[in-house]
C-alpha cells in the first residue's frame, strides 16, 4: 500500500471543509460557530431590522454599506471595528447592511464568532480559505479585554498577518463599547506607572490600529433621537404627532439616554398600547 501523504489533521479538515461547505450552500447565508462542535450552525432569521431605518448615523452606514460592498465583489477591503455608545446600532448596522447585500451577492455569507471563542478563529480562517468563490464577514459582538491575556494576543496577531495571513475572502467586523478595546483607566495608569510608558501603552492601544476602519457611534442629539421615533412610526403606520413626540422625550428621560435602543424600545411600548402588530 502507498503511503498517505497526509496527515489525520488534514484529512479530518477537509472533511470539516465538505462539509462547512455543503451547509453553507444549502442553508442559507447567515451562521453563528458553534465552538464545541468546531462547525457552523445556520440562522433561521437574521434578527435585525430595515437598513433604511437606521437613521442618525448615516454617515457610519455609508462607510460601512460601502467597505461591504468593495468586500462582496472581491476588492481588497478593511477590517472595520464599530466603537461607541451603547445602544446606538452598532450590532444592528452591520447586520442590516450584510441584509440587504447578501440579497444582491449570493456569495457573501455572515458567521457568527462568540467573543469567549475567539481562540477558535484560527481554526476558521483555514476552513473558510478553502472557499474562494464564497465572501465571508466574520462578526464579533461586543468585544474588550481587561487585560493582556492570551486571547488579546491571539487576535492581534490574527489581524497584524503573524504566522498566517488573514485571508483575502475573510474581514472582520468587530463591535466594542472602547475605541481601544481596553479599559480607559488602563492606559491612564500604564502611563502614570510604567517603566517604559511609550511601548507598554502601544502594546494596549495597538490591536485597535489593526483595524483599517473606526467607526464611532456618539449620544444621539435630541433631533436624531425623534428622528429615529418618526422613522419607526411612519414605517409601522402609527401617527407621529405632538404627544407622541413629548411622551419619546419623557421615555429617553426616565432612561437617561437618548439611542436607538431607547427610541425602538419606546415604539413597542406605544404598540402594546394601541395593541398594534409589529412585523419584524
Same mark, same amino acid.
Request: aromatic residues 12%.
Given at each position: ?14 472533511? %470539516? ?32 431590522? =430595515? ?11 455609508? %462607510? ?22 451603547? &445602544? ?11 441584509? #440587504?447585500? @447578501? ?29 474562494? +468563490? ?26 497584524? &498577518?503573524? %504566522?498566517? +495571513? ?25 502611563? @502614570?506607572? $510604567? ?8 502594546? #494596549? ?18 433631533? =436624531?433621537?425623534? #428622528? ?27 432612561? &437617561?439616554?437618548?439611542? &436607538?435602543?431607547? $427610541?425602538?424600545?419606546?415604539? %413597542?411600548?406605544? $404598540? ?9
Amino acid at each position: 500500500k502507498e503511503k498517505c501523504n497526509y496527515s489525520s489533521e488534514e484529512i479530518i479538515m477537509g472533511f %470539516i471543509t465538505f462539509f462547512l461547505l455543503k451547509k453553507l450552500l444549502n442553508k442559507g447565508n447567515a451562521f453563528i460557530w458553534n465552538s464545541k462542535e468546531k462547525n457552523i450552525k445556520a440562522f433561521k432569521k437574521i434578527n435585525t431590522i =430595515d437598513l433604511k431605518l437606521i437613521v442618525g448615523v448615516e454617515k457610519q452606514k455609508n %462607510i460601512l454599506l460601502k467597505n461591504t460592498e468593495n468586500f462582496a465583489i472581491g476588492n481588497f477591503t478593511n477590517n472595520a471595528l464599530l466603537w461607541g455608545t451603547r &445602544g446606538n446600532g452598532k450590532s444592528t448596522l452591520i447586520k442590516s447592511v450584510f441584509l #440587504k447585500l @447578501s440579497q444582491k451577492y449570493i456569495s457573501l455569507k455572515l458567521i457568527q464568532l462568540n467573543k469567549n471563542n475567539i481562540f477558535d478563529i484560527e481554526k476558521i480562517y483555514p476552513i473558510l480559505s478553502k472557499l474562494p +468563490n464564497m465572501r465571508f464577514i466574520i462578526f464579533i459582538d461586543d468585544l474588550s479585554f481587561e487585560k493582556i491575556d492570551s486571547d488579546y494576543k491571539i487576535i492581534k496577531s490574527t489581524l497584524d &498577518g503573524s %504566522i498566517q +495571513n488573514q485571508p483575502t475572502n475573510i474581514v472582520l467586523y468587530v463591535t466594542s463599547n472602547r475605541r481601544h478595546l481596553m479599559p480607559r483607566d488602563m492606559i491612564d495608569n500604564e502611563r @502614570s506607572s $510604567a517603566i517604559h510608558t511609550d511601548e507598554s501603552v502601544e502594546e #494596549k492601544i495597538s490591536l485597535s490600529d489593526r483595524f483599517g476602519l473606526w467607526i464611532g457611534f456618539h449620544n444621539l442629539s435630541q433631533v =436624531d433621537y425623534l #428622528k429615529i421615533v418618526k422613522s419607526y412610526c411612519n414605517y409601522y403606520e402609527i401617527k407621529f404627532d405632538k404627544i407622541v413626540e413629548d411622551n419619546a422625550l419623557k421615555w429617553s428621560l426616565q432612561r &437617561g439616554n437618548r439611542t &436607538g435602543r431607547t $427610541a425602538w424600545q419606546y415604539i %413597542i411600548q406605544i $404598540a402594546a398600547e394601541k395593541n398594534l402588530k409589529l412585523n419584524f
